[in-house]
């Protein structure tokens, strides 16, 4: 069976790994911490880039750090991960849902300014699969309105919206290195900081609420209790793993991006006649390779073609059931307007296997697959 995802592992990991084991070093924040962090700092031209325990603990550092208290309203799309929302309910928000443009898949930014109240405090822009949300209008609404921008850029390491990294753009920013994601640690995230007055207390809410940073590098003669906060700092074991990764990033990125063209080019015959919907990068948009999709017709369409492909040895998968029809989104969100591409687009949409060591012979095969369904389907 073709799998649907294989995590990446590059072989430097393991040298890194027992570098770490024999220097008995093996908590957060050592020599590994460092290096990613600078190659981060380095390559986004961010104030500050601070790994965590997850791309999930990222958003809840930005929730914590953003001061997001109880009734607080925060703006984001239905179709998302889980964690994008509950890291600002863990706060007391209320999640108020914005409908996706079909075409990216992102936050409609035409529906946004009719979401805000009073009570919004931050608009939270998911760039799917890697695909920047429209970041100029965004951020010209969140400055009008006084809100904060945080990027959910899980997806997005090593994408661009008109030459910005993603995660740079907002006021704070999130990856994640899920084995799922295309760098990655098993578990982890960054939080990304580009507005400056927001650099010491991020620093404090991921060592528990502690000054333990400043002391350590002999900016206070002892750390103590300051704020609030948790333990946000992963291992050296995690950072070694992601550093063996972030020193051949564009190698990797380059890979991805020729499967993911080779899937384009080959499935465009198809999407000319009409039998399904290929990805679409807006102008000014550098994407990662982080997924390849399809639309097809509905959601019955995608169940028969799901069980094709497996049948055939190919797993092909979906994801996101919208986060407003969810029993915990029904509770703590509600869905701003009308609902009128989030349901229908998520049920048409199709994931396929997408990886670094993917062949072009494993491409081939799906997209002829592809083409042999709709051939059977009666054309
Ligand atoms: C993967 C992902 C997350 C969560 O990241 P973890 O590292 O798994 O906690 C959050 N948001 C989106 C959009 C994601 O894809």
């Not at 104030?47 to 750090?65: D, I």
């Not at 309203?73 to 996706?100: H, K």
């Not at 009008?144 to 993603?166: C, F, P, T, W």
């Not at 919208?322 to 949409?349: N, V």
């Amino acid at each position: 069976m073709l799998p649907f995802n294989e995590p990446l592992v590059t072989g430097k990991e393991n040298a890194y790994i027992q570098e770490v084991l024999n220097r008995k070093k093996i908590s957060g924040d050592g020599d590994f911490t460092g290096k990613c962090s600078t190659w981060f700092e380095d390559h986004l031209g961010c104030r500050k880039a601070l790994l965590t325990t997850s791309g999930t603990h990222a958003l809840e550092m930005a929730a914590l750090l953003a001061d997001i208290q109880p009734a607080d309203e925060i703006i984001m799309p239905s179709y998302t991960f889980v964690s994008t929302a509950n890291a600002f309910v863990l706060r007391g928000a209320i999640i108020v849902f914005v409908d996706i443009r079909p075409d990216t898949m992102n936050i409609d930014e035409s529906r946004l300014e009719e979401a805000i109240t009073s009570k919004t405090r931050a608009i939270v822009p998911v760039h799917y699969g890697g695909v920047a949300c429209e970041m100029d209008t965004i951020m010209e609404i969140a400055a009008r309105h006084n809100l904060l921008v945080i990027e959910d850029a899980a997806q997005g390491m090593m994408s661009e919206y008109k030459g910005k990294d993603l995660g740079t753009i907002g006021h704070l920013g999130c990856y994640s290195f899920h084995e799922s994601k295309n760098y990655n640690c098993g578990e982890g995230g960054l939080l990304i900081i580009n507005d400056d007055s927001l650099v010491r207390r991020a620093e404090i809410i991921r060592e528990k609420g502690t000054n333990r940073s400043e002391f350590f590098r002999g900016q206070a003669d002892k750390y103590t209790w300051m704020d609030i906060g948790s333990s946000y700092l992963p291992s050296e074991l995690n950072a070694a793993c992601l550093y063996a990764q972030l020193e051949v990033a564009d190698h990797i990125n380059a890979r991805r991006l020729q499967l993911w063209r080779r899937y384009y080019e080959g499935l465009k015959p198809l999407a000319e006649k009409g039998r399904l919907v290929l990805p679409h990068i807006p102008e000014g948009c550098r994407h990662n390779a982080h997924m390849f999709f399809i639309k097809v017709k509905d959601g019955n369409e995608r169940q028969r073609l799901i069980r094709y492909l497996q049948e055939n040895g190919v797993m092909a998968v979906f994801h996101y059931i919208p986060l407003h029809s969810s029993p915990a989104g029904r509770l703590y969100g509600r869905f701003s307007g009308h609902d009128k591409y989030t349901t229908r687009e998520s049920e048409r949409l199709l994931r396929l296997p997408m990886y670094y060591n993917l062949e072009e012979t494993d491409v081939d095969r799906v997209v002829a697959l592809i083409g042999r369904y709709y051939e059977r389907d009666g054309s």
